[in-house]
C-alpha cells in the first residue's frame, strides 16, 4: 500500500477531472467521515468565460468518506483580494485546524506523560547506582 491514495475529482470550474493525493494515515485517521480535505490546482480549463484566468488558482474543498470515495466537491477561485471563500468555509477551515490542534495537543500529552515517566525511572536508576558507590 503506497503512502497516498489517488484520486480524481471533478472540477465544474475547468470542466475536467483533476488527480489528487490524499496522504492514506491522514485519511485513516480521522475522528468523523466524511472528513474534509483541501487541494488546490491552476486553473486548467478552455472556457471563453475565464480566458484571463489562465494559471489562476482554484481551491477545492473534498468530501471523502472512510473509503477514500469522493462525496462531494467545492470549488472556488483563489482570490485573496476579493472574499471569495465563504464564512461556511472558514467555519469548515477553522474547525479542520482546531480538530488538528487537539490532535497535536493529545500527542504532546502523552509524548509528556512517556517523558515524565522516563526521567522518573531514570532518577531511581542513578539513585541505586549512588547507593551502590556508597
Ligand atoms: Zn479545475
Given at each position: 500500500m503506497g503512502k497516498y491514495v489517488r484520486k480524481l475529482y471533478f472540477c465544474r470550474i475547468c470542466d475536467k477531472s483533476h488527480p489528487v493525493k490524499i496522504p492514506r494515515d491522514y485519511a485513516e485517521n480521522?475522528?468523523?467521515?466524511?472528513f474534509v480535505f483541501f487541494t488546490i490546482h491552476k486553473y486548467d480549463g478552455d472556457s471563453e468565460e475565464h480566458l484571463d484566468k489562465k494559471e489562476k488558482d482554484i481551491i477545492a474543498t473534498l468530501y471523502i468518506d472512510k473509503n477514500y470515495a469522493i462525496r462531494d466537491v467545492d470549488v472556488a477561485w483563489?482570490?485573496?483580494?476579493?472574499?471569495?471563500?465563504?464564512e461556511y468555509d472558514t467555519q469548515k477551515l477553522v474547525g479542520f485546524l482546531i480538530d488538528h490542534v487537539n490532535d497535536l495537543q493529545d500527542k504532546y500529552d502523552s509524548l509528556m506523560e512517556k517523558y515524565a515517566i522516563l526521567l522518573e525511572s531514570s532518577k531511581e536508576k542513578s539513585n541505586k547506582s549512588d547507593n551502590n558507590n556508597s
Open positions: 480521522q475522528k468523523r467521515y466524511p483563489e482570490d485573496s483580494s476579493a472574499n471569495i471563500i465563504s
